[in-house]
């Protein structure tokens, strides 16, 4: 009897019983992408294979890869490629995590000094199996490339720490440039998209980051075509004010296999726009809302962007 291989693991084996939600066929022209061909991809992804680093890129299956890499910009993902978090829109793999990587920094660090980077953004999977959720491990990455690319600005997207006590001061004692977290959709919507996960929760950690340390840029997305309202997405532009933060993202979501959470509709570019110009006239010094855009898309152009906003507000109030 011949011995069958093993069975890869399932990406997602929390959705496994989950009824198939069918993924839209015919996408509208405004959010299709090409295939990356470039040299420049092909290297940028060796560099990252040869110092054998994750990427959200990857991970999440962006749609801008393709654009991002030929340019040799990638988004690192440490602590591991497993997430302990089950978000219903997101297609990083769920389950239980491995132990941190202590040459992980390094490497990191390597990889962008390798690729040049004037501005890198360094996320990670949830690790709430950690006492302090991986807020250590990401200021050992920011000290890391300080030392390697000391003219390199440093991006963080972290995770909402919940129930982490010190996490969040952890982080900022490191100083990134710009501290992101991902609100990324509505709070009527938090138990279906977002079920581990509180909304107020991560409010808090972006009103506690910019009280704590306020020359650090805040910064926090949205996806929209959840089934949100134009109300509800207003009310978050909002409660984000009202915590400082200094920069948006909102993006088209794209539903990555039948398990997750299907797609209400696709929001046209000329609704982008109008979020956009409502976004602006809330207060925020950035805004980058297209259906393609993604949290760290074109990211070391809208930090120029930030600082540039900044120091123009500075001028005229000083």
Excluded at 42 to 49: K, N, Q, V
Excluded at 71 to 98: D, L, Q, S
């Amino acid at each position: 009897m011949q011995s069958r291989e093993p069975q890869p693991a399932p990406r997602h084996p929390e959705k496994a019983h989950k009824p198939d939600n069918p993924v839209r066929r015919g996408k509208p022209d405004w959010i299709r992408v090409k295939a990356p061909t470039s040299k420049a991809y092909f290297e940028t992804r060796a560099i990252i294979r040869n110092n054998n680093l994750a990427t959200v890129c990857e991970e999440a299956a962006c749609p801008n890869i393709g654009e991002c890499w030929s340019k040799g910009h990638a988004t690192m993902m440490i602590m591991g490629e497993i997430c302990t978090r089950a978000c219903a829109f997101c297609n990083v793999a769920t389950g239980k995590p491995g132990a941190l990587d202590p040459l992980e920094p390094t490497n990191v660090a390597q990889a962008v000094r390798k690729l040049g980077l004037k501005h890198v953004v360094v996320t990670s999977v949830d690790r709430d199996d950690l006492p302090d959720g991986g807020a250590g491990h990401f200021a050992e990455v920011i000290r890391a490339l300080r030392e390697a690319a000391p003219l390199t600005t440093i991006e963080v997207l972290t995770p909402d720490f919940l129930r982490k006590d010190g996490a969040i001061e952890t982080v900022v004692a490191a100083r990134p440039d710009v501290f992101n977290h991902n609100l990324e959709t509505v709070p009527r919507l938090y138990t279906e998209v977002r079920p581990g996960a509180r909304y107020f929760q991560s409010l808090r950690l972006l009103d506690k980051v910019k009280t704590m340390d306020p020359t650090i840029f805040t910064k926090s997305g949205l996806m929209v075509g959840l089934g949100e309202s134009l109300e509800e997405v207003q009310q978050v532009m909002d409660d984000l004010r009202t915590a400082e933060v200094d920069f948006l993202t909102v993006g088209q979501y794209l539903q990555p296999t039948p398990k997750h959470h299907a797609v209400d509709r696709f929001v046209t570019p000329q609704e982008f726009e109008s979020l956009a110009k409502h976004a602006y006239a809330k207060g925020f010094l950035v805004v980058s809302a297209t259906p393609l855009t993604r949290s760290s898309y074109h990211a070391d152009q809208d930090f120029l962007k930030l600082r540039a906003a900044r120091e123009a507000k500075l001028s005229a109030t000083g």
